[in-house]
């Protein structure tokens, strides 16, 4: 808009005037305060006893129990926030803690990946997401490639390939590192290892269990929590077929039919942490008792310094054992997975563990159940079942399971 200069010049008028009853109301204020300030001085001297005692102090602040923030340490002990900044290892702590959490199976493939496009990224930990998040580190088995090529896995019945999309949905639930040793990794070849392997470094989320080489199929992940170092390894006794084993010249995944590289790789992950925690893809379909061999090796495991061992593949819950004062769950069963409605493979949970720099965890199950792909909390009365049930399962291992869910060695219990 145009300004006529009368127009401007009564505007100015206007200006000078507000500009002179401000000044007198400042000079006003000004004039009162020193008056009052000037009263003070002169007759404020004598102060009420009671005043004259000294202010009380506020008690000190309490010093903060919330954990540093988890770090990834790579294998060549560099310490990395998740910034990729380096981060300056954890004072050790007196009775410090690191929480840990674990689920079974997570499949983001074939019906689960139709109610994810259907309901969003999120849908299939919508429930659960808070358990994880709560955990200092979480963990679980991806059960498929995350790819969009690759050639499908010849003479099998189940061959599975995921979106990468979806992997927002495992990162936004707390994730921190999936299992890749398993019988579906390499269902899309190695192009659709390779590509999974990537999509996870994109968005952030760790992975054990596959490489380019057996050296880095047998490689752990490293993190660092209140001065406690974790390491995670994962190797399978599932492999469908020879070639999906990795070697010094072959991409693949680590396998244990022969546990002298696993029991390798735990060695020298002990050098470098305070917990070795193994993930292994092993024993029977559908069935909740475990097999020989899961026992056997298991053992061996934690004779070579694990301690814990984390069990998938049978798709339903299977029983704990406490050996050598370490802790073995056969199996988590599914977590995210198809069912068909058997309720067996619907049983599930979240596995948390309280551990110690010296090793030493405290364990608690919460009961879910999955249905539709959605892992929920169970009612109390369900809960209960499922518990006493897991504390049957556990008994011939010297453990019983509280309606608490707290998982102990059983009374009188010694264990091998």
């Known amino acids: 808009m145009t300004y006529s200069r009368t127009h401007s010049r009564r505007k100015h008028r206007r200006r000078a005037r507000i500009l002179f009853y401000v000044n007198v109301l400042f000079l006003v204020v000004v004039l009162g305060t020193g008056a009052v300030l000037a009263y003070h001085w002169m007759y404020g001297q ?28 790579s294998p060549d002990n560099d310490v990395s926030d998740d ?9 050790d702590k007196d009775g410090a803690t690191v929480n840990l959490a674990f689920v079974g199976d997570i499949l983001l493939a074939a019906r689960v990946e139709e109610y994810i496009t259907k309901n969003g990224v999120d ?8 358990l994880l998040q709560a955990a200092d580190i979480a963990a679980a088995n991806l059960e498929n490639p995350i790819t969009e090529r690759g050639t499908p896995a010849e003479d099998k019945t189940y061959v599975f390939k995921g979106s990468p999309e979806s992997l927002q949905g495992l990162k936004n639930a707390g994730f ?26 994109d968005i952030g989320i760790d992975h054990v269990g596959s490489g380019s080489d057996d050296t880095e199929a047998y490689t752990a992940a490293y993190y660092e929590v209140n001065g406690i170092r974790v390491a995670y390894l994962s190797v ?83 029983g704990f054992e406490t050996y050598k004062g370490k802790w073995i769950a056969y199996s988590l069963g599914n977590f995210v997975f198809t069912s068909a409605g058997d309720r067996l493979t619907q049983e599930t949970g979240v596995l948390q563990a309280a551990c110690t720099k010296q090793g030493e965890c405290g364990l608690t199950f919460v009961p879910m159940l999955s249905t539709y792909a959605q892992p929920s909390p169970m009612s109390e009365e369900e809960g209960s079942t499922l518990l006493a049930k897991l504390s049957e399962l556990s008994s011939p ?6 309606s608490n869910g707290e998982i102990v060695p059983s009374s009188g219990a010694l264990s091998p």
């Open 46 to 73: 004598e102060s009420d006893p009671v005043s004259e005692s000294p202010a009380e102090s506020p008690p000190p602040a309490e010093p903060s129990s919330e954990p540093s923030p988890t770090a990834v340490q």
């Open 236 to 318: 399978t006794n599932v492999v469908p077929v020879t070639e999906w084993k990795a070697d010094k010249n072959h991409p693949g995944v680590a396998e244990t039919y022969d546990t002298t590289r696993a029991v390798q790789a735990i060695k020298n992950a002990k050098e470098l942490a305070d917990i070795v925690v193994v993930m292994v893809h092993w024993g029977k379909e559908k069935v909740q008792e475990p097999i020989d061999k899961q026992t056997s090796v298991g053992h061996v495991f934690i004779d070579a310094g694990a301690d814990l061992v984390i069990g998938s593949h049978p798709h339903v819950l299977q």
């Open 176 to 201: 921190d590192i999936v299992s890749l040793a398993n019988n579906h990794t390499l269902d899309q070849g190695w192009e659709g290892l390779s590509d999974t392997m990537d999509y996870l470094d």
């Open 397 to 402: 291992y010297g453990v019983s399971v509280h």
């Open 123 to 130: 849908y299939p930990f919508r429930n659960a997401s808070d």
């Open 83 to 91: 910034e990729g900044m380096t981060a300056e290892p954890s004072a």
